[in-house]
């Protein structure tokens, strides 16, 4: 693994920087970008083997993944997900033929046959969207550039990265082994006008719900014959949706819904659950979408 | 469930403190006190209110929940009605207790529910397993050293909408109301000799701990070195926490009871992963901060 300096249009010169320690991460986020930038394509600081664990381990790779180490330096995070985790497959893109060359013969030396692969390229033109697991240690820049395409791919796909985050798009975990290590997980798109109906046994019944998204934090309103009412909790992880409904059509017999499922394109379905303990009420449900957001901002939140 | 301070009364003890302040500085505990002992409005939480801090506290048949003040009983009676579960109310308005135990008969739960006439700051509440309360700030800010020392570590504590001044909560949801879950930690603060077994040898660390709350944070002192303990938890009686050493990452988890932490601390990752017992007696004591 390593940090990442990306200059596509800079000439096919490539160095290598080998920095050991924290203090020299520092250092590397400013003098490439000054000092050197026609020549340092690939500052390479390598991530110690327990960050490396942690975060494999904070993604939850396991035999289904296809994971994709973007910068994989000396392909000790390729290697690790193969090895250790048991990774379905993994790939390392890398812009610099000898760690390319290096990380390969560490791979036969472990002799992980098919199940790694390392390919010399600019993986601002990688085509990864066969990974479940992306891995990522990139300098800020080089992370906000990123940060779009990474929003376009599956919802449910696991970004980690260590030191350096998606700034606004909060991390949805986070832990501190030696380093600050992040988890983002890829939210599907949400935001919209929605049509919900709810098969509440003895009181089905339909209503309208306003969704605002910024990453996976949701906002709005639903309209219950025409009432607005509150949303409350609303989240999304992948494709997986949450929300809860405060359902004060009779004053006096509130009734709070909570609402979980699985969101593809149009269409939102689940389970919900209506009151608690002993009373609880399970439904099925399901939404489409009918609509954008107002383009006038003015809405209520 | 009564709110027991109206916010009127208190913003007069506060005016006339501002005014009179050396006469009153002597007085203000007094006036306080009176004050805070005043059983003014009662607002009573909806049902979906209640049924929302039942929910954040996760209530088992087995728990016993204590509300404080309990207003007519009705976070009492749903937490045996709804959830199965004992529960007591704590009430200084007598007409309202006298309510609460005719509206538990009526709903059939007379057997599994109590309802004592008193002080919230003065009730003996040991017993609890869960405390909810709809209480104004002073008085949740005068319970808290009382809920800490009194309750089990484990203990749910459920605030509606006012939580404690210091005391961060373990979980905050907003469904129309805002409702803090606090979860009575265990007492780890000082020194800890662990004794981890290996298959082939056993490993000695002493760890020391600095808490407040249920914020932890401290490390480990090892032949030759520190390791600082990371991402340390502490839920209760449950304590987890991370040390690296070797280049390996261990993860400890245990349970905290009052001389001794048990355990299993795991490393290794998928197939790799091993794992062995670890246990703790305590050294030292140090004060909580």
Redesign the interface.
């Known amino acids: 693994m390593q940090r990442e300096e990306h200059y596509p249009h800079a000439p096919a010169v490539s160095r290598r920087r080998f920095l050991g320690g924290a203090i020299a991460v520092g250092a590397a986020t400013a003098v490439p970008l000054i000092a050197h930038s026609q020549f340092f394509d690939v500052p390479f600081v390598p991530t ?3 960050v490396v ?2 975060m ?2 904070l993604a939850g790779v ?1 035999p289904g993944d296809v994971v994709y180490d973007l910068g994989s330096g000396d392909g000790r995070i390729v290697i690790t997900a193969a090895r ?3 990774a379905r497959a993994a790939v390392g893109v890398e812009l610099d033929d000898h760690l390319i060359y290096q990380s390969e013969e560490s791979a036969r030396q472990a002799n992980l046959g098919e199940r790694v692969k390392f390919v010399q390229q600019d993986f601002f033109k990688a085509d990864f969207s066969q990974a479940t697991v992306i891995t990522l240690y990139l300098l800020p820049a080089v992370m906000r550039r990123l940060r779009e395409r990474m929003l376009r791919l599956k919802p449910g796909t696991r970004l980690v990265a260590h030191d350096f985050d998606f700034e606004d798009w909060k991390p949805d975990r986070r ?4 380093k600050n290590v992040f988890l983002w997980i890829v939210p599907a798109s949400v935001g919209g006008q929605w049509q919900v109906r709810a098969a509440v046994p003895g009181s089905e019944f339909a209503f309208g719900l306003e969704l605002r998204q910024k990453y996976q934090e949701l906002d709005g309103f639903a309209r219950i014959e025409g009432q607005p009412g ?1 949303l ?2 609303a989240n999304i992880e992948g494709d997986r949706v949450r929300f ?1 409904v ?1 359902d004060s059509r009779d004053r006096d ?4 819904l909570y609402f979980e499922g699985r969101v593809s394109g149009g269409a939102m379905e689940g389970e919900g659950t209506r ?5 609880q009420v399970r439904f099925k449900w399901l939404a489409t979408r009918v609509g954008d957001l107002p383009t006038k901002a003015g809405g209520r939140k | 469930m009564t709110r027991q301070v109206s916010y009127s009364s208190w913003r007069v003890s506060r005016t006339l403190y501002g005014v009179t302040f050396v006469l009153l500085y002597l007085l203000v505990p007094a006036v306080a006190a009176a004050v805070l002992d005043v059983p003014t409005p009662y607002v009573p939480s909806t049902q979906s209110n209640v049924d929302e801090m039942l929910r954040l506290a996760a209530v088992r048949p087995n728990d016993v929940v204590y509300d404080l003040g309990s207003g007519d009983g009705r976070v009492v009676i749903s937490a045996a009605r709804d959830w199965g579960a004992r529960g007591v109310g704590i009430e200084l308005d007598a007409k309202l207790v006298a309510e609460s135990r005719e509206l538990a008969r009526r709903d059939g739960v007379v057997d599994r529910v109590s309802f004592r006439e008193g002080d919230v700051l003065k009730a003996s509440i040991g017993d609890a397993t869960v405390v909810t309360m709809y209480l104004l700030t002073p008085l949740v800010n005068r319970l808290e050293p009382r809920l800490l020392a009194e309750l089990k570590p484990g203990t749910r504590i459920v605030a509606h909408d006012y939580g404690f001044a210091e005391w961060k909560p373990d979980r905050h949801v907003h469904v129309s109301k805002n409702f803090y879950l606090y979860v009575v930690p265990a007492r780890v603060a000082g020194k800890w000799q662990v004794t981890v077994s290996l298959p082939t040898a056993s490993r000695e660390y002493e760890l020391e701990l600095a808490q407040r709350f249920q914020e932890i944070k401290g490390g480990a002192r090892v032949t030759g070195g520190y390791l600082p303990a990371f991402d340390a938890r502490l839920v209760g009686e449950r304590i987890e926490f991370v040390l690296v050493d070797d280049h390996l990452s261990y993860r400890f988890e245990g349970r905290v009871s009052t001389h001794a932490i048990e355990g299993v601390v795991r490393w290794g990752h998928g197939p790799r992963q091993q794992e062995s017992t670890w246990r703790a007696t305590r050294l030292t004591a140090v004060t909580e901060g």
């Open positions: 110690p083997q327990v664990d942690e494999l381990r396991g250790k985790f048991g832990t501190t082994i030696r509150g409350w909790e809860v405060v017999n509130e009734a709070t009151g608690v303990g002993n009373q």
